[in-house]
């Protein structure tokens, strides 16, 4: 007799299949592998004098090609998104071109203000002509014309099967053109989503090649010995991924891929909590108020000569780096800050709601080690913890303010967090904590 064991409540399904990111870093991989070993590919089809390696910056950016190229590939032909209900259209009834070609134009319209809005901004603000950010403005431009010519047809053809093609862009149009009635609330989302994408679109693309160059040019065999050399590599690595991944993401926010900007936080501290971990706004860059690496040396140096605490170390930093970047991974098509654009469940996201804040603020502790400071100074040492708790403060900020934009949009999150509440293997353990510590300030009122 077979006994009947109660199952286990399961979580929401995920809007995102695992499959979808995990092929983005298989072709991620192997781009990576052909630069790294390219002057050994050559040498088997040429000789004289090795090729270098392709560690330069369009290197980099090919590696979000052959990352996008799969996770596309995995969305349209294994999980077919493109039929989903959530973006919006019908394909089995296209409308003719003269019935939409008005609200098309409008939208463009609404569309090509804003990309100007937004050039001109880049263009004004200097720090967009410095360091990094100068490969990002070279890109953005480059790509302006053909995007510019592209987008005719583009919203064409989409108009003529989308449900509601009055969208939040045709809003922002029919705000210039003065023709139709428009909705103010839909020019907001229409405005907050395109701030989200122009501001962290040009971040991202400027990271893209640092840590792509350090990742190629490294000699990885004698780092196979070194425990802090290797937990370095491991970690570059897990960066890698994810700023290809989500840069990934910010590009291709498109409703055939059911990968669009749903809606962007509507919270005043939402977008202070954010971006107060950006630059130029960065609160703890080397400078800024809440830097808190003043005369710090790193655990490499303060665990030297202690072999196995180096190893076990280096195991935990990796790993967690590893699930930072797995948290980027498990959005797919689908990442970025300040937006909502469907729900998680799967990958880390089972275990607590916010994988990436909690992994990386805890890498930044067990990184830095803030309290311990090769000037012996009490004062680095206070400044340097405070500093860092006021750090992981702001990402507890930030993680609330998503949870409130997320709760406010969608029924399937707020099930989420019931669920994750109960079940969820560590969101569970501060949600009872939570619990007991509101229970005995209930009982401190009453005693008073």
């Not at 980099?60 to 590939?73: I, N, S």
């Not at 089995?92 to 804003?114: E, F, Q």
């Not at 509507?266 to 108020?289: S, T």
């Not at 803030?370 to 009490?378: A, G, I």
């Amino acid at each position: 007799m077979r006994a009947n064991f109660p199952t286990r409540p399961q979580p929401p399904a995920s809007d995102v299949s695992a499959a979808v990111g995990l092929w983005g870093v298989a072709g991620l991989m192997v781009w990576v592998l052909i630069c790294h070993f390219w002057p050994e590919i050559t040498a088997q089809f040429r000789g004289g004098a090795p090729a270098g390696r392709l560690s330069g910056p369009y290197a980099a950016l090919t590696g979000l090609v052959a990352a996008a190229a799969p996770m596309v590939l995995v969305s349209l032909v294994r999980d077919k998104v493109h039929r989903r209900a959530s973006t919006g259209i019908d394909w089995s009834r296209p409308r003719p071109v003269s019935a939409i070609i008005d609200v098309s134009v409008t939208k463009l319209a609404g569309l090509w203000a804003t990309w100007a809005v937004i050039g001109a901004l880049y263009c004004i603000a200097r720090w967009y002509w410095n360091g990094p950010y100068l490969l990002a403005m070279e890109v953005l431009g480059t790509v302006a014309v053909p995007l510019f010519l592209l987008s005719i047809p583009y919203v064409i053809w989409l108009d003529r099967v989308l449900i509601e093609p009055r969208d939040a862009a045709w809003h922002c149009g029919a705000l210039l053109i003065g023709r139709e009635p428009f909705d103010p609330a839909e020019v907001w989302r229409h405005a907050r989503a395109w701030a989200v994408k122009g501001f962290f679109t040009a971040f991202m693309i400027s990271i893209v090649p640092g840590g792509f160059a350090v990742l190629v040019e490294n000699d990885w065999m004698p780092t196979l010995t070194d425990p802090v050399r290797l937990a370095g590599m491991l970690t570059t690595a897990m960066f890698v991924i994810d700023a290809q991944i989500g840069t990934v993401g910010y590009i291709l926010t498109l409703k055939p891929l059911d990968a669009q900007i749903r809606s962007a936080n509507p919270f005043l501290a939402g977008w202070l909590a954010a971006l107060v971990c950006y630059p130029p706004f960065q609160l703890m860059q080397n400078g800024g108020p809440l830097f808190y690496q003043t005369n710090t040396a790193g655990w490499g140096f303060w665990l030297a000569g202690h072999n196995g605490l180096l190893w076990a170390w280096a195991a935990l930093l990796v790993v967690l780096t590893a699930i930072y970047a797995w948290a980027t991974v498990a959005f797919g098509l689908r990442f970025s800050n300040l937006t909502y654009r469907g729900v998680l469940t799967n990958g880390p996201y089972r275990f607590t709601k916010h994988p990436a804040y909690l992994a990386k603020n805890t890498f930044w502790w067990l990184e830095t080690l803030p309290f311990l400071v090769v000037s012996h100074s009490l004062a680095d040492m206070v400044r340097n913890t405070v500093f860092l708790a006021c750090v992981s403060a702001i990402y507890f900020w930030r993680a609330k303010t998503e949870e409130a934009h997320l709760l406010a949009e969608d029924p399937k999150y707020r099930a989420y967090v019931d669920w994750m509440a109960q079940h969820g293997l560590i969101t569970r353990q501060f949600h009872r904590a939570g619990q007991a510590l509101r229970g005995r300030r209930a009982v401190l009122q009453l005693a008073e």
